[in-house]
């Protein structure tokens, strides 16, 4: 008897069973290839995230990054690519690459940079399913390791100035977009009429733009200009995880956007708590003065926008 296999990931919410791309690759390729896995999500009566999700756990065995858990569900003989050919394989391997290389830095951009989009939803939505007092600290950590993420791999030569580095971010995933809208055509999947590994990462990364409802939407208005796209992800939602396609939450938009309001003034309350907090113990006589790296809040609560604290 196979030994039973546990998923940890992020949950969703917007018609989508996971926010978070590779979580969703991950749940994707696992209904594709039949893979009996269980999915727990993160929520505060669960545990606190402390790694990179998605993790599998298979009796002792922990995997976390998607190319590495589908490996491992291959091995056990979950393979959605099994009657690819050598040439789709490799065809495969270059459209993932060119996911990472040229959609993720926007979509990273568009959830944990972009301060509006932040602020208002990618904020409040994460520290909602976070156990109290990191509730107030990983939303922030998570929005400066993808800063660093866009940094590291779009922010050099001949980028220099801040507005170049967006404007060339967005240039390029529109450009992916449109790769990937031209390969699919008509098709219902990217290689006929079966799901593979390519379309788990394609609708792990297109379902959130498609999805979540965002002040800023330039990514999410080019999508939905190809509509073969959008087409694409309402199939495998409704198809794969029986959710509704209309892009709202079961408990309606208007609900979602009054307990997203409540949770941002939550968060706000609390990170004024954390910093007056912090201010009390840097005045406390019983610790000598020494240099501390503290996190500074804008006016209102906030924390400031990753985007302030770099210089053109």
Known sequence: MAAPMELSCWGGDWGLPSLHPQSLTVMAYAKFS???????TIN???????????????????ISQPAKILNFLRKRKYNADYDLSAKQGAD??????????????ALLHTFWIEAEN???????????????PLSLYLPGKM??????????????????SLTEVEAQIYRDAKECLNLLSKRLGTSQFFFGDTP???DAFVFGFLAPIYKVCFPRVHLQEHLKQLPNLCRFCDDILTCYFRLTVSGHSPAGQDTADANLQKLTQLVNKESNLIEKMDDNLRKSPQHP?????????AAGGE????????SP
């Open 34 to 40: 039949g893979a009996p896995l269980t999915v727990n």
């Open 44 to 62: 505060k009566s669960w545990r606190t995230p402390k790694g990179d999700l998605p993790v599998l756990v298979s009796e002792d065995i922990v």
């Open 92 to 105: 495969t391997l270059a459209y993932v690459a060119l996911l990472e290389e040229k959609l993720l830095p």
């Open 118 to 132: 932040y602020c208002s939803v990618t904020k409040p939505w994460f520290a909602s399913r976070i156990a109290f």
């Open 143 to 160: 929005s400066r390791e993808a800063l660093n993420r866009i940094l590291l791999t779009k922010g050099g030569p001949p980028l220099y």
């Open 196 to 198: 593979t590994t390519l």
């Open 289 to 297: 003065p020494r240099k501390l790296t503290t996190l500074k809040l």
């Open 303 to 310: 924390e400031s926008s990753p985007m302030s604290r770099l």
